[in-house]
């Protein structure tokens, strides 16, 4: 309970400094402010930072891991690996890996936005040393007896360092905390099924409880087979999260990357407040191959491509990976202040 | 199968019929006392269906549909048409009509009955206007404190081409982030099959029943061995493997219980399907009554947030 009053206290204490230095440039360029209202960007990090050690840590430790211990883990940012080259997916040129990774797997020569891992995305996105998983741990559930399916989440955990398709957990970025969430395509396609849907739910939960900003980038191939009908289920779930998150006030951003489709798009991809997507990326319920089957005609070219989405009015923007963080800030800014008039 | 003994039944139905149409004389009458034992036996063997038995059966064309149920089951039919965004899908019939003069919302997936109006009624997928006028009509409901009644029977949401463009994805979405926080009680009931997100995005509600020979899951069988096999044909082996009859979804809590029918399926004795679905309706929506506005929605978004809950509490043992 007092943690939760503390919180109170922080956001009241930001809102009255926020009104107070906005009255302040307004009531003349000649008035001088008060040094504590005029911090430098680099001052108000440090600050933040040294909350952490000032009994803060303790309001958010109930609920995510120490930040940086996850770092710590060499499967957090994958070390240079053997390959010493990676090829672009789109114009096929062999890129040196270390070039490839500066880019954020961008293609240094053509532009293309090329599959990029949960964990490197995350650390891409987020301040250093800011980022800290939330605590979900969900059991492996096989409700169909799927054969080989407990091998193969074993492997892929092994593989990719990540206990299930989605990554969560709180991060700042530039200064603006959020619950950040990241689905790993390298993980079964992001597919959703229970241990997805209950991490995402429940990360809408948390969000809620520190009013924090929730930002999601989705990707996936859609509902879980392996899982059945519980799979479905998800897609419920996690769009009543959402729905109830959002009737509470909290900021829900949608980042769509290649490739949301099925139930994940046809779910909490498709709930944002606001939704931006990255250049090219594939968007859409139903794949590529099964409409082609079922109209009996080739796609023209650039369906379902995130472009296509802007223009028919589902994506508010389409955002560069390099400009991610930048755009990601500015509408965290834009939210930070929510009372009229100010 | 199931399928070579319904087909079986259908030819000695049809040769009854050409019987007793014959004037009536002895050698006729032995026929058709025949034809009759030989089919009470063949309706004996319907007694255990198997998965794809039941995926035959919840996709049989004489399966009782949309209409013949809102026509048993309520008065006063009024329907609705348009998304009022400017389209209309005619794969999703709905309206408001009284159910024991109690006014409610009703509305579900339509098929058709013959292949004249499965074409016109795209098989009963629907495409993002459809989806966003049974929202209309949900909505609506809401404002004029009506319940909702669903019957869902979809192969599953229209993969087309202007379904794309449209927002197929959104308007899925939508409903069940809509759905969930309805103020209202809403009850589903699977009469069919129930694929994928074209079947749930009229499906969140406070009670789920399934007719007993009804199937529901996350991909048609064909659906889900070819994504995962790559091989549509070992569509009865995905039958096996899904877990999608109404038995297996009890057990999953997706269910809240299943409305039972003749031996053979629905189309056996439609009448008996519609007198069970009229009493868990009624017992349904008199427990219901008893709730608040706020109490229906946290109800309804409970039931989905913990619905696998027993099952993750029991994997971590």
């Given at each position: 309970m007092r943690d939760k009053e503390q919180l109170y206290v922080n956001h009241w204490y930001e809102d009255l400094y926020n009104c107070f230095s906005h009255f302040l440039q307004k009531i003349g360029s000649g008035v001088k402010t008060m040094s504590i209202f005029n911090r430098t960007k680099a001052e108000q990090s440090e600050d933040s930072a040294g909350s952490k050690h000032s009994g803060h840590i303790s309001d958010y430790s109930e609920d995510f891991e120490t930040a940086g211990k996850d770092n710590k883990d060499k499967s957090e940012i994958p070390e240079d690996s053997v390959v010493e080259t990676i090829t672009c997916s789109a114009c096929k040129k062999e890129i040196p890996a270390e070039q490839m990774r500066k880019c954020l797997c961008?293609?240094?020569?053509?532009g293309a936005h090329n599959k990029i891992s949960a964990k490197r995305r995350m650390h891409s996105l987020v301040d250093p040393g800011t980022f800290r998983k939330l605590k979900c741990p969900v059991p492996f559930v096989d409700p169909l007896a799927y054969p080989d399916y407990k091998d193969k989440i074993e492997g892929l955990q092994d593989k990719t360092g990540l206990d299930e398709a989605v990554l969560l957990g709180m991060g700042e970025i530039e200064g603006h905390k959020a619950m950040i969430g990241v689905m790993g395509s390298e993980f079964l396609m992001a597919s959703m099924g229970i241990a997805v849907g209950e991490k995402i739910t429940h990360a809408f939960e948390i969000a809620d409880k520190y009013k924090l900003p929730f930002i999601m980038f989705t990707a996936s191939g859609g509902a879980r087979m392996q899982e059945g009908i519980l799979s479905l289920m998800q897609m419920a779930k996690t769009s009543a999260a959402a729905q109830r998150f959002g009737e509470r006030g909290g900021l829900y951003v949608v980042a769509l990357t290649h490739p949301t489709t099925g139930g994940v798009s046809a779910s909490?991809?498709?709930?944002?407040?606001i939704t931006i997507a990255e250049p090219d990326a594939l968007i859409g319920f139903a794949g590529p191959r099964v409409i082609e089957q079922t109209i009996g005609q080739k796609l023209p070219a650039g369906f379902q491509r995130a472009e296509f989405q802007e223009e028919h009015g589902f994506v508010d923007q389409i955002v560069p990976r390099a400009e991610m963080r930048e755009v990601l800030s500015q509408i965290l800014r834009l939210h930070e202040k929510r009372r009229w008039p100010l | 199968m199931i399928r070579d003994i319904d087909e079986r039944i259908q030819d000695i139905d049809k040769e009854i019929e050409t019987e007793s149409s014959k004037e009536s004389d002895y050698a006729a009458d032995v026929k058709i006392k025949e034809l009759k034992s030989e089919r009470k036996k063949l309706l004996k063997q319907c007694s255990n269906p198997t998965p794809a038995d039941k995926v035959y059966l919840a996709r049989h064309k004489n399966r009782p549909k949309v209409d013949d149920y809102i026509n048993a089951l309520f008065d006063d039919f009024f329907v609705q048409r348009g998304d009022a965004l400017g389209r209309e899908d005619k794969s999703i019939l709905g309206g408001i009509a009284t159910f024991h003069g109690v006014p409610v919302t009703v509305l579900g997936h339509r098929k058709g009955r013959n292949i004249n109006e499965n074409m016109e009624y795209n098989f009963g997928m629907p495409e993002p206007q459809g989806y966003r006028k049974a929202m209309r009509m949900m909505k609506q409901a809401e404002k004029f404190d009506r319940p909702i009644i669903t019957f869902i029977d979809t192969p599953g949401a229209y993969p087309g081409l202007e379904a794309e463009e449209n927002g197929q994805a959104n308007a899925i979405a939508k409903n069940l982030a809509e759905m969930s926080a309805l103020k209202v009680p809403v009850i589903a009931i699977v009469t069919g099959e129930g694929s994928s997100g074209g079947a749930l995005a009229i499906g969140v509600a406070n009670s789920v029943y399934m007719l007993e020979n009804a199937v529901y899951s996350v991909l048609s069988p064909e659906g889900f061995a070819s994504i995962l096999w790559k091989d549509s044909s070992r569509s009865a082996e995905a039958c096996d493997l899904m877990k999608l009859t109404a038995q297996d979804l009890k057990r999953f809590h997706v269910i809240d219980g299943i409305i039972p029918e003749p031996l053979g399926g629905a189309h056996h004795n439609p009448q008996k399907v519609y007198r069970e679905l009229d009493n868990m309706l009624v017992a349904e929506l008199t427990k219901y009554k008893k709730m608040s506005p706020n109490e229906l929605a946290r109800n309804r978004y409970e039931k989905f947030r913990h619905m696998d809950a027993a099952i993750i509490a029991k994997a971590k043992k």
């Amino acid at each position: 309970m007092r943690d939760k009053e503390q919180l109170y206290v922080n956001h009241w204490y930001e809102d009255l400094y926020n009104c107070f230095s906005h009255f302040l440039q307004k009531i003349g360029s000649g008035v001088k402010t008060m040094s504590i209202f005029n911090r430098t960007k680099a001052e108000q990090s440090e600050d933040s930072a040294g909350s952490k050690h000032s009994g803060h840590i303790s309001d958010y430790s109930e609920d995510f891991e120490t930040a940086g211990k996850d770092n710590k883990d060499k499967s957090e940012i994958p070390e240079d690996s053997v390959v010493e080259t990676i090829t672009c997916s789109a114009c096929k040129k062999e890129i040196p890996a270390e070039q490839m990774r500066k880019c954020l797997c961008v293609c240094p020569e053509c532009g293309a936005h090329n599959k990029i891992s949960a964990k490197r995305r995350m650390h891409s996105l987020v301040d250093p040393g800011t980022f800290r998983k939330l605590k979900c741990p969900v059991p492996f559930v096989d409700p169909l007896a799927y054969p080989d399916y407990k091998d193969k989440i074993e492997g892929l955990q092994d593989k990719t360092g990540l206990d299930e398709a989605v990554l969560l957990g709180m991060g700042e970025i530039e200064g603006h905390k959020a619950m950040i969430g990241v689905m790993g395509s390298e993980f079964l396609m992001a597919s959703m099924g229970i241990a997805v849907g209950e991490k995402i739910t429940h990360a809408f939960e948390i969000a809620d409880k520190y009013k924090l900003p929730f930002i999601m980038f989705t990707a996936s191939g859609g509902a879980r087979m392996q899982e059945g009908i519980l799979s479905l289920m998800q897609m419920a779930k996690t769009s009543a999260a959402a729905q109830r998150f959002g009737e509470r006030g909290g900021l829900y951003v949608v980042a769509l990357t290649h490739p949301t489709t099925g139930g994940v798009s046809a779910s909490f991809a498709m709930l944002g407040d606001i939704t931006i997507a990255e250049p090219d990326a594939l968007i859409g319920f139903a794949g590529p191959r099964v409409i082609e089957q079922t109209i009996g005609q080739k796609l023209p070219a650039g369906f379902q491509r995130a472009e296509f989405q802007e223009e028919h009015g589902f994506v508010d923007q389409i955002v560069p990976r390099a400009e991610m963080r930048e755009v990601l800030s500015q509408i965290l800014r834009l939210h930070e202040k929510r009372r009229w008039p100010l | 199968m199931i399928r070579d003994i319904d087909e079986r039944i259908q030819d000695i139905d049809k040769e009854i019929e050409t019987e007793s149409s014959k004037e009536s004389d002895y050698a006729a009458d032995v026929k058709i006392k025949e034809l009759k034992s030989e089919r009470k036996k063949l309706l004996k063997q319907c007694s255990n269906p198997t998965p794809a038995d039941k995926v035959y059966l919840a996709r049989h064309k004489n399966r009782p549909k949309v209409d013949d149920y809102i026509n048993a089951l309520f008065d006063d039919f009024f329907v609705q048409r348009g998304d009022a965004l400017g389209r209309e899908d005619k794969s999703i019939l709905g309206g408001i009509a009284t159910f024991h003069g109690v006014p409610v919302t009703v509305l579900g997936h339509r098929k058709g009955r013959n292949i004249n109006e499965n074409m016109e009624y795209n098989f009963g997928m629907p495409e993002p206007q459809g989806y966003r006028k049974a929202m209309r009509m949900m909505k609506q409901a809401e404002k004029f404190d009506r319940p909702i009644i669903t019957f869902i029977d979809t192969p599953g949401a229209y993969p087309g081409l202007e379904a794309e463009e449209n927002g197929q994805a959104n308007a899925i979405a939508k409903n069940l982030a809509e759905m969930s926080a309805l103020k209202v009680p809403v009850i589903a009931i699977v009469t069919g099959e129930g694929s994928s997100g074209g079947a749930l995005a009229i499906g969140v509600a406070n009670s789920v029943y399934m007719l007993e020979n009804a199937v529901y899951s996350v991909l048609s069988p064909e659906g889900f061995a070819s994504i995962l096999w790559k091989d549509s044909s070992r569509s009865a082996e995905a039958c096996d493997l899904m877990k999608l009859t109404a038995q297996d979804l009890k057990r999953f809590h997706v269910i809240d219980g299943i409305i039972p029918e003749p031996l053979g399926g629905a189309h056996h004795n439609p009448q008996k399907v519609y007198r069970e679905l009229d009493n868990m309706l009624v017992a349904e929506l008199t427990k219901y009554k008893k709730m608040s506005p706020n109490e229906l929605a946290r109800n309804r978004y409970e039931k989905f947030r913990h619905m696998d809950a027993a099952i993750i509490a029991k994997a971590k043992k």
